[in-house]
């Protein structure tokens, strides 16, 4: 089974140190990926011609804001788990958008986890520590017709 890829899409670069510091201490050594914008994750992860076959048969995992400089976490979210070769990829929103209707259609359009940021820093550490045991525990399923 090839380790999982961690594709981290947050513009706060503390942010975005918080998190990794905190998947890290939580005992999770996997490769994390680190985009600032949402374009850049999704010509990562579906190419340029959105096709999605860059991530064909690759264990991933999306932690993924919705508040972004160039365009709305939701409409990534949207963009993954309505392609054929990302549809199974977990994801994980980390923001700090709490309202509730939102919170709903992100579990709507798939979203496995939804975590909203603390504004204090310790109960965000917290949050990421819990984000981090998730981790260690998540079994990315096998893409199907992927068996050796």
Excluded: W
Aim: hydrophobic share 40%.
């Amino acid at each position: 089974m090839q380790p999982v890829t961690i594709i981290m899409v947050e513009d706060d670069p503390g942010h975005a140190r918080l998190i990794e510091k905190n998947i890290r201490r939580a005992g999770v050594n996997n490769r994390i990926l680190p985009f600032t914008t949402g374009g850049a994750a999704l010509d990562h992860m579906l190419g340029p011609d959105r096709s999605g076959l860059p991530s064909a048969n690759k264990a991933c995992l999306l932690l993924l804001d919705l508040n972004l400089p160039d365009m709305s976490g939701v409409d990534i979210l949207k963009a993954i788990k309505t392609n054929e070769h990302t549809r199974l990829i977990p994801v994980v929103v980390l923001t700090t958008t709490d309202d509730q209707a939102e919170i709903e259609r992100c579990y709507d359009l798939g979203c496995n986890v939804y975590i909203t940021k603390p504004v204090d820093y310790e109960g965000f550490a917290n949050a990421i520590r819990q984000l981090g045991l998730f981790f260690s525990v998540i079994q990315v399923p096998e893409i199907p017709g992927d068996a050796e």
